[in-house]
Structure formats: C-alpha cells, structure tokens
Nanobody, 128 residues
C-alpha cells in the first residue's frame, strides 16, 4: 500500500513563497499520478496540481503561473513550489495519489473518490 507523507507547510506573507514536499513509501509510486488538493473549512477539497511519472502536469487556473509541481521518481517525491502567494491560497494542502490517472483526471477527481490515496495534510497560511 502506498503511503504519503507531506512536509513544508507554514505561514507566509502575501507575495511570498513556500515549498511543499510529499514522499511516497511502501511501494513504487511510478504507476501513480501524484499531486495536491487543498481545502478550506466548509468547502470542498479541490485539485490544485498534478504530475505524472513522465513529468506531464496539470494545474488549476487559480494557481497557473504561480505554482510549479515537479517530481523526482528516484526519491518517490513530488514538490509544489508556491510563489507570489495570495491570501486565498490559505488552506490545508493534501498530497494525493491515483493509480493510472492522467494529471487532468487527477485534478478533476472528486475528493470523495475511493481510489484516491491521501497524506495527512499540511496547513498553509498566507497573511495579507
């Protein structure tokens, strides 16, 4: 069973940067599309960015041009570089993995889908 562990959350001022990391363990993550969802209280968890093992990516419109997702297959790790952060980026960020999905399918997946594997989440807070 694939297990996911996030790191790198925290607080930053608007306009600043943060980097999240998520390391998979248990089995090789090469067959999985990996990425990030985020959720604010009272709202649905939504896909933010995804990256496949071949490096193909997909982003939500709200983060395009500001966030960059990357992947190191040797380390079973993905990264989310968040730049020019905005107050509305404040959320709990969850690393996720979906076996065999494309990055687009990953990002548009409902968070209720049973086939999604989740990390425990890391809080990101942007102060204005």
């Amino acid at each position: 069973q694939l297990q996911l562990q996030e790191s790198g959350g925290g607080s930053v001022q608007a306009g600043g940067s943060l980097r999240l990391a998520c390391t998979a363990s248990g089995v090789s993550a090469n067959a999985y599309c990996m990425g990030w969802f985020r959720q604010i209280p009272g709202k649905e968890r939504m896909g933010v960015a995804a990256v496949d093992s071949d490096g193909s990516t997909n982003y939500a419109d709200s983060v395009k041009g500001r966030f960059t997702i990357s992947r190191d297959n040797d380390k079973n790790t993905i990264y989310l570089e968040m730049n020019n952060m905005k107050y509305e980026d404040t959320a709990m960020y969850y690393c996720a993995a979906i076996r065999g999905a494309s990055p687009l399918l990953f990002r548009l997946s409902s968070a209720a889908a049973e086939y999604i594997l989740w990390g425990q989440g890391t809080q990101v807070t942007v102060s204005s």
